[in-house]
């Protein structure tokens, strides 16, 4: 379908209007003024194709008299031909018919004319809002499927700034564009319901486990009343029967224990008889015992006399003994060792006599040997110290020069030569003249600066061609102002705002009428200027007459504030952007820019003197401190040159140094043949000296046998002497013997008579303590008797109060109480103790379970109505899970179906973008990405990123501008728009659709010539369709050769009247 002809009448204040649009691959070109109503064209070409986008009412001209009735009509003709031609006949018109009355609504009918020839149709269908069948959203549809022409699906129209706007638009608004143009907002929607659908599952889960926590806890109450009330039965009944069984028991205890308590008393008494009885006849017993013990006293005393007198004879005789005995051990201890050393001898007294006389021959001969070898091994060690003391003299000559050596190398590693030394002392010299030049150099600026922040803190900012211009009216004795001097900037101006006074703002002021001025600044003679009116103040200029000024200065401020503003008014001589023009010539700013005009300005200035002074002195201080230390490094350089020579020098000396080496290695080889003769001798020296000790040891015992034979022939009457003591010592022995045998006896008869004591005195003892042990008995019979007799009687009050609790019991809970006493038995009873606590035990369960408080009788039915609706709510509360995970799932897919496809359509649109962004240098790419707000929502973004080829850092959105209404941030505007149509472009091939036109309304307003003619061919190109093209510039004869036709549109504001012209292109043959 391809555009053919668009008539249009009663549209704003355009007069009955035919555009010829024919030609399929024939492009054309809409242009005119900004504001001329070219925009128009396109918001009638919506408004017959029932574009959601134009808002037909808008079409209405505000010039209608209220009182008329607006009747306007558009029709649009295409013809059926190209890539999406239709199943109809050749041509086909879509019209707009709207009329609407004073004061009543718009009233809208389409019309679809066809037939094979223009204006003759075969047939007309009419659809109007009332129709049941052929209203508006049939038409709508039709256009769709039928006919493929609707603007809004296929992107056929592209209005005002539509396709410049994707690099200002943001990245949300991008996103919904692209995801609209590639059908994703539906897959969008499908997720977005999804997880509306999960949050609402969820908020079902949420109440379905709420509702079932609080069952659960109901059901948990209601449990507990129900516990309570089974264990109170249960407490009840255990109680009650653990009460009765223990009565019934104590019962049959105690009746029993009386029975017995009176049979233990009866026997009591009896023992108590018997006792007494055997007590006296043990008395009359002991009285037996005692005399015989007296008897047995008065022997043992007589014999231990006789006993005393015995040992006294004994030990008389032992003393003699011992005496005789100690005698004959000191002969013996004497005789014994003569003898002993007599055994140990083997040789004979004639033998050691001849083995001395050997042994006193050979130690002469060893000593002899000794002397010699002392005197060889004296020679030596003298020999040895000389040749030691050699070798330490050259060693450490050695060391000397291994030291010097390592020094002189190492100084020569690091300088490596004097000639290298000398060489760096010169560049450092060089150095340190070229840093005192530029340390000149710098105090020069330096002293300038000084000068002009004095200049500054004193209100004055003159550059240096005023100060000369100054000087030389001074010293023609003339008054000269600078313009700063006489007038300044508002204080509500910007610095910016100076910027147009920069080709007249270093302006000279002097009185006078005419002079040759000193340099090629403005220089105004002030007797010339003669102003219409007295001005201080120009606001629209934000200038105004200085402050402060002398009463006398203030004429003359007047007139350069009236000469100022006369550069801007219309007239012959004129400033604009900054440019001075005049009739024959341009002049741009006089002198490095820089802010005067105002006190922002000085204080500006001040300030960046300041920075600049700052940065000054610390070059002055880097430029001193490098000066000094480079000095510094020069002077050491010299005083080490010389030692760099002296060890060049004794590098060379390398032969000296080898022969004193092998010298101590020679005297090290002597020194050690020395050492081993050394060795040799000392170690005969030991030799020697081990068989002197020999020879001495054996010498020594020699001499003591010959000492023990001289001792034998002295000991012949100390023998005759032992042997009459040993005579004696006998005698003596037999006589001790018979002596200590009647003592024996003694004892033997003494130990008799004190056994029969002890017995004696045993019997006594245990005869009197059966006595007391049956005493005892008595008393604890007679305790026994009454503690049982209190016991009998305790028994019967205890059996009294356990029938009187039965008989209560029998009363309270007869049920109970019979079938306790059919139940209980009387066999392995258990303790009385043990009884009495089970009494006590099921005296408390009892009485506590009867008497407790708040005890339901209607908790088991109440726990089975809680527990049912209890399951209830928990299976709705799993049947509500499970659906979750299903609806998490669907959610799941449903994301992941969206990012497949959002991945898949952005990567085709970003290598397209990049082809084509390529293209013109630069780099270009387009991401996506997603968020969620605080309120869960999820927001997509696309990112149109770009930066010139070459250049380094991130790429960044081009919608990205600098915060606060500042500028310098994001890209240019010729880079916004050249972005933007090549993204417009990536989308469009993106479509499946192939449309055969397409209109774009300013599509090369912010592209320069080049871009676009570059821009326009890529599209045609690319899209292979009819274009369509609006634009408010000129163009170049190139631009413009691209187009086959085009239309002009005029308005005309006195009328008013908009109007098109039509202009065909000439073929050369034309």
Known sequence: MIPWRLKYSGIRDYPPTLLDLSGANEHVLITGPNGSGKSTITFCMGAVLYSAKVDVEGLKSRNLPPDHTWKATISMLFKNE????????????????????????????????????????????????????????????????KYKVDPDLFYLIWYQQEVNQFAVMHPEERFRIFSEMHGIDKVQRDWEESMERVKETEETVRAAETNVKFMKQELSMKKTALDHYLDNQKRLNSGGKLYLESLFQLENHYKKEIGRLEDVLQQLSEDIQEARDDVNLKKSLQEKENDQLLQHKANYEELEATIKTQEEVVQKTTEELKLIEQNIQELDKELKSIVAKKNQIVRTEEEVKLELEKVRTEQKKTAKEMKENEELLINLNTAWQEKVKTIAAFDHQVKEDARLEKEHRERLSQYVSSHAIGEKIDLLEKQIKENKDQLYHQKNVHEKLTAERKMLLEGRNTSARQMESLQYFRSKGIHAFTLQELIELTDDAQLKDEQRFNSIKYTVFFDGKYLIPPNDLYHVPLMTIVPDRSVTNLPELRLKVKERLFENELPYAIKALWWVEQFFKDGTFSIKNGVLIDPIGLRGQQ????????????????????????????????????????????????????????????????????????????????????????????????????????????????????????????????????????????????????????????????????????????????????????????????????????????????????????????????????????????????????????????????????????????????????????????????????????????????????????????????????????????????????????????????????????????????????????????????????SSLLFALALLQNLQTTPGFIVLDEFDSALDEVRKVKVFDLYEQELKRKLIILTPKSHEDEYLGRFNKAFIVRHNPTIPESKVVGIVKKTPEQ
Not at 103 to 123: C, L, T, Y
Not at 920 to 941: A, L, M, N
């Open 82 to 145: 190209g890539r999406m031609k239709i199943d109809a006949q050749e041509f086909l018109e879509f019209t707009l018919k709207v009329v609407q009355e004073p004061g009543q609504p718009m009233k809208k009918e389409f019309h679809i004319s066809k037939g094979d020839r223009i204006d003759e149709w075969e047939e007309t269908v009419r659809y109007t809002s009332g129709d049941r069948v052929l209203n508006f959203s049939a038409y709508k549809k039709d256009l769709q499927y």
């Open 591 to 978: 002198e490095k820019e820089r802010y005067i005009l105002s006190f922002k300005a000085l204080k500006l200035r001040r300030e960046e003197i300041e920075q600049q002074l700052n940065g000054f002195d610390e070059q002055i201080s880097e430029l001193t401190t490098t000066i000094s230390e480079d000095t510094k490094t020069v002077q050491e350089l010299n005083s080490i040159i010389h030692g760099v020579k002296e060890a060049e020098a004794f590098m060379t000396s390398e032969h000296e140094r080898v022969v004193r080496k092998r010298k101590l290695e020679n005297e090290i080889k002597l020194q050690t043949e020395l050492e081993e003769k050394r060795e040799r001798l000392l170690e005969k020296d030991r030799d020697l000296l081990q068989l002197q000790i020999r020879q001495d040891h054996f010498k020594q015992i020699l001499d003591e046998e010959a000492e023990v034979y001289r001792e034998l022939g002295k000991l012949k009457d100390k023998y005759e002497e032992r042997t009459l003591l040993q005579k004696k010592l006998e005698l003596e022995k037999t006589s001790l013997i018979n002596h200590k045998a009647l003592l024996e006896d003694y004892n033997d008869e003494l130990d008799e008579v004190d056994k029969k004591i002890t017995k004696t005195d045993r019997t006594i003892r245990k005869i009197n303590d059966s006595i007391e042990d049956a005493e005892r008995n008595i008393k604890l019979i007679e305790k026994q008797q009454t503690n049982h007799s209190d016991d009998l009687d305790a028994t019967k009050n205890e059996l009294v109060q356990i029938i009187k609790e039965l008989e209560d019991l029998k009363q309270l809970v007869p049920a109970l109480y019979s079938e306790t006493a059919e139940a209980v038995s009387f066999e392995g009873t258990p303790s009385v103790s043990q009884l009495k606590q089970n009494r006590e035990n099921g005296k408390i369960t009892f009485d506590g379970a009867r008497t407790e408080k708040e005890i339901d009788p209607a908790a088991p039915e109440n726990y089975e109505t809680v527990k049912k609706e209890y399951e209830r709510l928990d299976s709705e509360y799993h049947r509500s899970t499970i659906l979750l995970d299903q609806d998490k799932e669907r959610m799941a897919n449903l994301q992941d179906q969206l990012e497949t496809t959002i991945n898949m359509r952005v990567l085709e649109l970003q290598r397209r973008f990049k082809m084509y962004m390529s293209q013109f240098q630069f780099e270009g790419d387009i991401t996506w990405d997603s968020y969620e707000d605080r309120k869960k929502r999820t927001h997509f973004s696309l990112y149109i990123k770009a930066r010139k080829e070459g250049h380094r850092g991130t790429l960044e959105d081009v919608s990205t501008k600098a915060r606060g209404g500042k500028v310098g941030k994001g890209v240019s505007g010729g880079e916004e728009s050249l």
